[in-house]
């Protein structure tokens, strides 16, 4: 079975489930189906859809409009004025809810970049490479000691956050200073120097 929502009071689905949900088709998926009644589940109407007798002033003054279940007779007040505003709003709703579920992305603003430098020697390698990461574009220092059996422990990895202008290190990885004594990064609008603890100038 799918999955039920409440939006405005009332329930809703839709014909896709978050674990489906592909940001690459948004435009297909999250279909407004509702609204249900809280009571007995059935297809609920909005009283726009039932001629009324009200003057245009009085419409046009309306702050609330009734949803009711014509099965139980349930109302529920809403502040939009036709199903289809109040659709609308459901399905833009459902959209955050799943937009906010994915782990990966993708920044459309920054032009395609994928850079790979790499050198070593008989004892060390380093590897530099500029990409996104969570939208930002990030560049990732890999440096590391040659070891017949190579673990995560045997190398550093340093991420430059260009956008933020953040140096950080991987806690899961080497610690930085087994390898190095200092670690500089000059961004736009400030240098990043990180230094060893007891050197005579400050991080």
């Avoid at 297809?43 to 609330?64: A, N, W």
């Avoid at 920044?107 to 990461?133: C, G, H, I, W």
Wanted: with cysteine; net charge neutral.
């Amino acid at each position: 079975m799918g999955k039920k929502y409440i939006f405005d009071k009332l329930e809703w689905l839709f014909d896709c489930s978050e674990r489906n949900f592909d940001i690459e088709h948004l435009q297909y998926f999250g279909h407004a189906n509702g609204p249900f009644c809280p009571r007995c589940h059935k297809l609920m109407s909005h009283e726009s859809e039932f001629p009324s007798d009200d003057s245009f002033e009085v419409k046009k003054t309306k702050k609330e409009y009734d949803v009711f279940c014509q099965s139980c007779d349930l109302r529920v007040k809403t502040k939009f004025e036709n199903i289809n505003s109040l659709k609308y709003e459901a399905h833009s709703a459902y959209h955050a809810k799943a937009l906010g579920l994915i782990d990966e992305v993708i920044s459309l603003d920054l032009p395609p970049t994928k850079l790979k430098v790499a050198d070593s020697d008989e004892n060390y390698f380093m590897r530099v490479e500029l990409t996104q990461k969570e939208g930002r574009l990030v560049g990732v220092v890999y440096i590391g000691e040659k070891l017949k059996k190579q673990t995560s422990k045997d190398k550093v990895q340093i991420f430059v956050d260009i956008d933020q202008q953040q140096v950080r290190f991987d806690a899961n990885n080497k610690n930085p200073w087994l390898l190095l004594s200092k670690f500089e990064c000059e961004f736009k609008n400030v240098t990043s120097k990180v230094k060893l603890k007891g050197d005579d100038e400050n991080s």
